[in-house]
């Protein structure tokens, strides 16, 4: 796991699994860190066909818009889904990951009244409270890795290898002998 989760800060995902009765920890003044995951989110319903890119894009837009929630990053990795976001209410918070798991699933599977397409989330939203300050840089870092992992721009391994820093500045370019 990338990151060490102090007791109360997260909730969601396998941390919750079976302790679904417990509150949510929620931070109005801090930012959040959220993952959406799905396993059904492959093949045609995979996030990242470009009607669904599309599609994902604007419905995160209008949440935050009518939910007050702002959104510092985001990812969408195929199948699922990395927001870094700070709501202004607990209410708004909450509204704002039940609004967009819905519009989304419903969205993607073409669910509706009448005609049920069954469970596409597989666990409760994953959360947890983020600090400012390096915290929220990581997070960040984070999130745009997967965005350029997905993309297949950049791959962990050659990261590692390269012993870059994924979550601060760009790796510097090297200059090749013609460019001089």
């Not at 959104?71 to 870094?84: I, Q, R, T």
């Not at 209410?89 to 519009?103: D, E, I, S, V």
């Not at 960040?140 to 297949?152: I, M, P």
């Not at 950049?154 to 820093?165: D, F, G, H, Q, T």
């Amino acid at each position: 796991m990338l990151f060490s989760l102090p007791n109360g800060t997260a909730h969601g995902g396998v941390t919750r699994k079976g302790k679904r009765k417990m509150a949510r920890p929620i931070a109005t003044k801090k930012p959040m860190h959220v993952v959406l995951r799905s396993t059904k989110a492959r093949g045609r319903f995979s996030f990242l066909l470009p009607k669904h890119v599309r599609l994902i894009e604007a419905l995160i837009k209008a949440a935050q818009k009518r939910l007050h929630v702002k959104v510092y990053e985001k990812a969408n990795s195929g199948n699922h889904l990395h927001l870094c976001v700070r709501a202004q209410t607990r209410g708004g918070f909450k509204n704002f990951l039940r609004y967009l798991t819905c519009q989304i699933a419903q969205a993607i599977t073409g669910a509706k009244k009448g005609k049920p397409f069954g469970k596409f989330w597989d666990e409760l939203a994953f959360s947890r409270i983020v600090q400012w300050g390096k915290d929220f840089i990581g997070v960040l870092g984070y999130v745009r890795q997967n965005t350029l992992e997905a993309l297949g721009l950049v791959s962990r391994v050659r990261l590692r290898r390269a012993k870059i820093n994924p979550y601060c500045e760009p790796p510097p370019q090297s200059r090749s002998p013609s460019a001089k």
